[in-house]
């Protein structure tokens, strides 16, 4: 395994890290084996969030008895107020069994509204500089699939990390938030490296981004096959014949693939959009039908919602055929 600088933080990173998504999906003694795993084969980085259910807990109770110091452990939560942020570090701390996490994150920056109230007096923000101060958490940082927004807030306010979603298709960070993270050595966390399950070459979609000057690359994983195929990728030159295989995948995806950009918002009957096509492709992707199922019947308005007028494909930069791509999401859930 390969290790690089994350940022200004100056911590050893793996460049292939764990993912902590798709654990909510295995019990905890199948976590257990998964973790272990990965720390057999190098990994240090590992990453999960407040919103992937029980997943902190279980890496908390996989990592248990493994030196604290030699893993690294990054987590985030979805909170905009400073209450709200520190009580859901607390249960961080409590999950992960430990005293300090390695790196916070303010997670998803999206919406206009949420974002003000995170950077805004008594916002999360505000919460998370208070636990840093505490030596509850060493290292601040941010998440999004938004290149434009996260590069905006990276210029404004002093963040050790950014993560943000990088593959074969999805490339809207290359031209300027991946330069500018590393001018400013701001750490890079490359989330959704095999497009959230959508690439089906993983060993040659990781080498691929490796390639790039970024810290870790998170591929999700819930099976010592898949801990040990993505670990392979590390230190390899991706070959040609792999290098043809992505391009195919890239031609046939690209062209049914939301890069979650939000242009095609708002919609007139209240969708959002690349939510529920996100949720459909963790449904099918990531076999994580009831977890996606659970939070799709909370959208304010379902696929079945769509009246088909076709204003968000005029705004879609991707020509995607939101509509029958709704179509389908709504057959998916609703069927
Ligand atoms: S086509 Fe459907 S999803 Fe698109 S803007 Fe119209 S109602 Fe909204
Ligand atoms: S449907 Fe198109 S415009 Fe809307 S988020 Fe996805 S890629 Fe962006």
């Known amino acids: 395994m390969n290790y690089r600088k994350l940022g200004k933080t100056g911590l050893q990173v793996s460049e292939v890290g764990f993912g902590g998504i798709p654990?909510?999906?295995?019990?905890?003694?199948?976590?257990?084996?998964?973790v272990r795993e990965a720390l057999r084969?190098?990994?240090?980085?590992?990453?999960?969030?407040?919103?992937?259910?029980?997943?902190?807990?279980?890496?908390?109770?996989?990592?248990?008895?493994?030196?604290?110091?030699?893993v690294i452990l990054a987590t985030k939560s979805g909170e905009a107020g400073k209450e709200e942020m520190k009580r859901d570090i607390e249960i961080s701390l409590r999950n992960f069994r430990t005293d300090y996490l390695d790196?916070?994150?303010?997670?998803?920056?999206?919406?206009e509204e949420r974002v003000a109230q995170i950077f805004a007096p008594g916002g999360a923000w505000e919460g998370l500089q208070e636990a840093r101060k505490e030596g509850k958490v060493r290292f601040v940082g941010i998440t999004g699939h938004l290149p434009a927004?996260?590069?905006?807030?990276?210029?404004?306010?002093?963040?050790?990390?950014?993560?943000?979603?990088?593959?074969?298709?999805?490339?809207?960070?290359?031209p300027?938030?991946?330069?500018?993270?590393?001018?400013?050595?701001?750490?890079?966390?490359?989330?959704?490296?095999?497009?959230?399950?959508?690439?089906?070459?993983?060993?040659?979609?990781?080498?691929?981004?490796?390639?790039?000057?970024?810290?870790?690359?998170?591929?999700?994983?819930?099976?010592?096959?898949?801990v040990r195929e993505n670990v392979a990728a590390s230190g390899v030159a991706l070959s040609e014949p792999e290098e043809k295989a992505l391009q195919k995948e890239k031609d046939d995806l690209g062209a049914r693939f939301c890069r979650r950009c939000d242009y095609c918002q708002p919609c007139p009957q209240g969708l959002d959009i690349p939510s529920l096509m996100t949720l459909q492709r963790y449904s099918e992707r990531y076999g994580?039908?009831?977890?996606?199922?659970?939070?799709?019947?909370?959208?304010?308005?379902?696929?079945?919602?769509?009246?088909?007028?076709?204003?968000?494909?005029?705004?879609c930069p991707y020509d995607l055929p939101i509509r029958d791509l709704l179509r389908a999401c709504r057959d998916h859930f609703e069927g």
């Open 103 to 111: 790196l916070y994150q303010l997670h998803n920056m999206r919406g």
């Open 41 to 70: 084969l190098g990994i240090n980085f590992f990453d999960s969030a407040r919103g992937y259910t029980d997943s902190e807990e279980k890496l908390g109770r996989a990592l248990q008895g493994f030196p604290r110091r030699e």
């Open 176 to 226: 300027e938030l991946l330069p500018y993270a590393r001018q400013h050595d701001i750490g890079t966390i490359i989330m959704k490296p095999l497009a959230g399950g959508a690439l089906c070459h993983p060993a040659a979609a990781l080498k691929y981004l490796l390639r790039h000057d970024l810290s870790t690359v998170i591929p999700g994983m819930r099976s010592i096959a898949e």
């Open 23 to 34: 654990l909510q999906r295995v019990s905890p003694a199948e976590a257990m084996q998964v």
């Open 288 to 315: 994580l039908h009831e977890w996606a199922l659970e939070r799709y019947r909370l959208q304010p308005a379902k696929a079945s919602d769509c009246i088909e007028c076709g204003e968000c494909e005029e705004k």
């Open 149 to 174: 927004l996260l590069l905006e807030l990276l210029k404004k306010e002093s963040f050790d990390t950014v993560q943000f979603p990088f593959n074969t298709i999805e490339q809207e960070a290359l």
